[in-house]
């Protein structure tokens, strides 16, 4: 099979993706844009996938640094002038260890702004009785939710939740795990999450949305294509949570994943802006703060706080795992590890920025 360069990729999957988007753009409501909610500048934080491990070792998940990577970055957040909120994009644990929360919960209690959790793949039990470690507690998913009562999460069990920033500015959490499959790591949205988020964005079509989930809305490599190897960073029903997005485009939603692990990367379809934000404990080792106001989104991506051998022992982890490398670059040499590091850093985003769209 001739490989395909990135560029390839993305023009061939947006061509896809709008041809779907095409079939239902009839489905976007039409009315009058109502007038705007003032939004002035606001910063906010996103940590993704931190992976905390009391007892971790390191692997391309630099889990024995997964602790002080967290602590790091509370400290620096913390050095944060004016952020409104900080999110932590799933993934807090390991594998859903109550011992690992423990830890988890105290860090994020130190930060100053308001934090917000959403539950990703490993923060609950495995229903694989394999990954299940002696020494540890395990979590279920509603017992993730109520031991993370307050960050977002209330007293009503549900998965998903919405929260008022400021006037113009809605924070919407979604929960598209699949906590009974024993080997499935992806995700599906409910149909019940679908019809809220329409709605949601619908009631509040005057003001910026910004929409947080672990799983990826839409792929951004070549092995994530369906049917590939990982598929899985991708929900099964991508195409109809982007319908959704699409339909409300006037609410001006803004589409924020993690569980990919990779350097902030950013696509534009449809008018809807989307984001795959990097992992606190695997390289690039990085987390992320946004400045967004009705007309632009802007966005820098700052290096965790540890030591420089950690950086690299990080990077030589990633060049390692065999798994995580996309299969055109699966055999070890300098123009694959080249293409590798590119995609995983994608260091020309490091900082930047987007103007949103209000159709």
Not at 94 to 104: I, K, M, P, S
Not at 170 to 197: F, N, T, V
Not at 262 to 285: C, D, K, W
Request: net charge neutral; glycine share 6%; charged share 20%.
């Amino acid at each position: 099979m001739k490989p395909v360069t990135r560029r390839q990729f993305i023009g061939t999957t947006t061509l896809s993706l709008l041809g779907a988007a095409v079939m239902t753009s009839g489905g976007r409501r039409v009315f009058a844009a109502p007038a705007t909610t003032p939004l002035q500048p606001v910063r906010f934080a996103v940590i993704s996938d931190p992976h905390v491990d009391i007892r971790g070792v390191n692997k391309m998940k630099m889990s024995a640094h997964s602790i002080e990577c967290l602590q790091h970055t509370v400290d620096d957040l913390n050095r944060e002038e004016e952020l409104a909120f900080v999110m932590v994009n799933g993934d807090l644990l390991q594998d859903g260890e109550l011992e690992n929360a423990r830890v988890v919960r105290d860090a994020l209690s130190v930060l100053k702004a308001p934090v917000f959790v959403i539950s990703g793949n490993h923060d609950y039990r495995p229903a694989n009785p394999k990954k299940l470690r002696q020494g540890f507690t395990y979590l279920s998913d509603g017992e993730f939710r109520k031991y993370f009562a307050g960050f977002g999460y209330d007293d009503s069990a549900r998965r998903y939740y919405a929260r008022q920033i400021v006037p113009g500015l809605r924070l919407i959490a979604l929960d598209a795990c699949l906590p009974a499959e024993e080997k499935k790591w992806g995700g599906r949205l409910p149909d019940e999450q679908l019809h809220w988020l329409d709605q949601e964005l619908f009631s509040h079509s005057d003001q910026v949305n910004l929409v947080f989930m672990h799983h990826n809305f839409l792929p951004w490599s070549v092995d994530e294509l369906r049917g590939g190897p990982k598929q899985w960073f991708c929900i099964d029903n991508a195409a109809e949570v982007r319908s959704v997005l699409e339909k409300n485009v006037q609410a001006t939603p803004i589409a924020f994943s993690g569980h990919r692990h990779i350097g902030l990367h950013t696509r534009e379809l449809n008018s809807v802006q989307y984001f795959a934000l990097p992992s606190l404990n695997s390289h690039p080792m990085r987390y992320s703060i946004f400045t967004v106001t009705h007309e632009q989104l802007s966005w820098k991506t700052p290096m965790v706080g540890v030591s420089e051998a950690t950086h690299l022992a990080a990077r030589q982890a990633l060049l390692q795992a065999s798994w995580w490398r996309d299969q055109q670059y699966r055999e070890s040499s300098p123009a694959n590890d080249m293409a590798v590091l590119g995609f995983y850093e994608n260091n020309d985003m490091i900082v930047g920025g987007r103007k949103l769209t209000r159709v």
